[in-house]
């Protein structure tokens, strides 16, 4: 059994930069299911969104938050997270982090901000369009100095261990996980009064994402297995585009094109955002998404085009190198054609229900970044928003849990058992099941829903459940058949949030009750009884 003061689950901007706060006070096993660098993260384009201009204000940036989240957003969880951002951003940027910066009139240099839908004003701290990769190369060059800090690459987190669970008779908490070493193939004891889950989103429970492989919802699912409370999962945001190519899957082109002058054509090159919302392309995603979807229906085609063909083409290699080098190697010349795109899904805005120092209802067990439901975000998220309280939280659940280790409890806790199970034989039905459940969630429970199609999907579900249970139980586990069985709980808890959602609200949009209802004013949670 290894034993730590801290155990960080996930190593994105809420893993990594949470254990850089804990580290002078314990040591710390930062445990990661890839490589340090696999992320959501490290792909994030768009940037951070941080008050940090005299142009703006925190009740600017609230205000929008509070619109955007739809009625939902606990306003207390947005004030304090939008208002400690400066602290934050003041942090990386002490860490080595430089952002862009621009040349003013007057001669001075000042931050680069950047616009996105749902923002009043300019307000997004970036570095050109990869901000997510600078954030993990920086805290990754940290963590790796840190010697309170032992890492380990290839390690998946299997199941939370809970005072329940094991038997004692007092107050539920979380006091350790057992963790899967993917290269030895076995199961490791991590022991630790504070675990945090800091896992990420669960974009690939969906056919089209934005998300790279990781994003399995593993951190929702165990939390949900342990007995943590769960809140929000019908609100899943569809990114309004994502490059539409048959061979380059997952790759967004941010809404900072938009927020430079992009403009959104159907496939016979005519304009239709104005028909939708009055800020046009800059209306808040998941209008962005829904109109993008209707014209597709609409005309029948796969796509719509984003162009922005008509800024100078020194502007668009210098703003957006990424994007513009990707398509590039795609035979498509962002300065003088447009981009197919089309929806995927992109962030998770509910997640494992936490207080304001992101403890959930487990004591001990924290959970932080997107696989964390705050308050923050509500109905709908802001864009930008995520990295924001990623890193806020982490250093805000690292108060609360450096003050729970001086509480320190010994338990023993029981070695992993492989039981009677054998080699897995069959690992068609592996990627057969992990096909259908993205499949059907695509199509039953996408951007527009109704009740006939969530119930389908509950039903199938449900069996999928039994099947891949009874396939998790039978043979040694591997990272695919823990994912797999992650991906089904998590797409349940999706469809089981969207179905007691009786009204459309935010990204929950349903055909059959198309309006926002004050009765459900109210987040949906689930606790595994
Ligand atoms: P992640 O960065 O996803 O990290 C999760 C970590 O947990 C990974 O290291 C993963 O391997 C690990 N993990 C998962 N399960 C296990 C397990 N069982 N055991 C061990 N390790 C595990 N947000 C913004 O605010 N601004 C943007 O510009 C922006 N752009 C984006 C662009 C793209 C393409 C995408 C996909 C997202 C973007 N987002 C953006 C959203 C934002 O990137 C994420 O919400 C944020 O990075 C999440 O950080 P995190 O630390 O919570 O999780
Ligand atoms: C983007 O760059 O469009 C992504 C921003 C975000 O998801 O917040």
């Not at 941080?50 to 940036?61: I, Q, R, T």
Request: hydrophobic share 40%; with cysteine; charged share 25%.
């Amino acid at each position: 059994m290894r034993d730590f003061d801290f155990v960080v689950i996930g190593s994105g901007a809420a893993g990594l930069s949470f254990a850089l706060h804990v580290a002078p006070h314990g040591s710390v096993a930062l445990i990661t299911k890839r490589s340090l660098s696999d992320s959501n993260t490290a792909w994030a384009q768009g940037g951070i969104a941080c008050v940090s201009s005299d142009e703006d204000n925190f009740d600017l940036h609230i205000r929008d938050t509070l619109e955007c989240g739809a009625g939902l957003c606990n306003e207390e969880v947005v004030r304090s997270i939008i208002t400690e951002g400066p602290s934050v951003i003041r942090q990386l940027i002490d860490m080595g982090l430089q952002f862009d910066l621009r040349w003013r009139d007057d001669g001075e240099r000042e931050m680069d901000l950047g616009k996105e839908g749902g923002h009043s004003k300019r307000r997004i701290l970036h570095v050109r369009d990869e901000t997510g990769k600078a954030i993990i190369d920086t805290l990754i060059n940290k963590v790796r100095s840190s010697p309170s800090i032992q890492i380990f690459e290839h390690h998946m987190a299997v199941d939370l261990l809970t005072t329940g669970k094991l038997g004692y008779a007092m107050q539920d908490s979380c006091v350790g996980v057992y963790v899967l070493n993917s290269l030895s193939g076995e199961v490791e004891v991590f022991r630790s009064d504070v675990i945090v889950l800091a896992t990420g989103g669960c974009g690939k429970v969906y056919l089209y994402s934005t998300n790279p492989d990781i994003a399995t919802g593993d951190g929702v699912a165990m939390a949900w297995r342990a007995g943590a409370t769960i809140a929000n999962m019908e609100f899943i945001q569809f990114h309004p585009t994502c490059l539409y190519h048959t061979e380059k899957k997952s790759f967004l082109i941010s809404e900072a094109i938009r927020g430079e002058g992009g403009v959104l054509l159907d496939t016979k090159f005519r304009r239709f955002m104005h028909k939708y919302h009055p800020r046009g392309e800059l209306a808040p995603r998941d209008i962005v998404a829904r109109a993008i979807d209707a014209e597709m229906k609409r005309l029948g085609s796969k796509f719509v085009y984003l162009d922005i063909s008509h800024r100078p083409s020194s502007f668009l290699k210098d703003r957006f190198p990424h994007i513009y080098e990707t398509c590039l190697k795609l035979g498509m010349d962002i300065t003088s054609q447009p981009i197919p795109v089309v929806p995927a899904a992109h962030y998770q805005c509910g997640g494992v229900k936490t207080d304001l120092h992101g403890e959930t209802s487990l004591r001990g067990l924290f959970a932080i970044g997107e696989c964390a439901c705050t308050g923050l975000h509500g109905a709908n998220r802001l864009a930008s928003n995520s990295l924001l309280e990623a890193l806020v939280m982490a250093k805000r659940a690292s108060q609360k849990a450096i003050r729970r280790i001086r509480l320190r409890q010994n338990y023993s806790l029981p070695e992993w058992r492989h039981g009677q199970a054998v080699e897995p034989d069959e690992l068609v039905v592996i990627s057969h099941n992990w096909d259908e459940i993205r499949r059907l969630m695509w199509d039953y429970v996408g951007i527009v829903r109704t009740d006939k199609r969530l119930q389908r999907a509950a039903t199938r579900l449900r069996n999928l459940h039994a099947e891949i249970q009874e396939f998790y139980w039978n043979f040694r586990i591997t990272t695919d058949i823990l994912e797999l069985r992650n991906l089904v709980i998590v797409a349940s808890l999706i469809v089981d949030c969207a179905i007691a959602r009786k009204e459309s609200r935010g990204l929950h949009f349903t055909m059959d009750y198309p309006e926002p209802n004050p009765k459900f004013l109210r987040e949906t949670t689930m606790r595994r009884t």
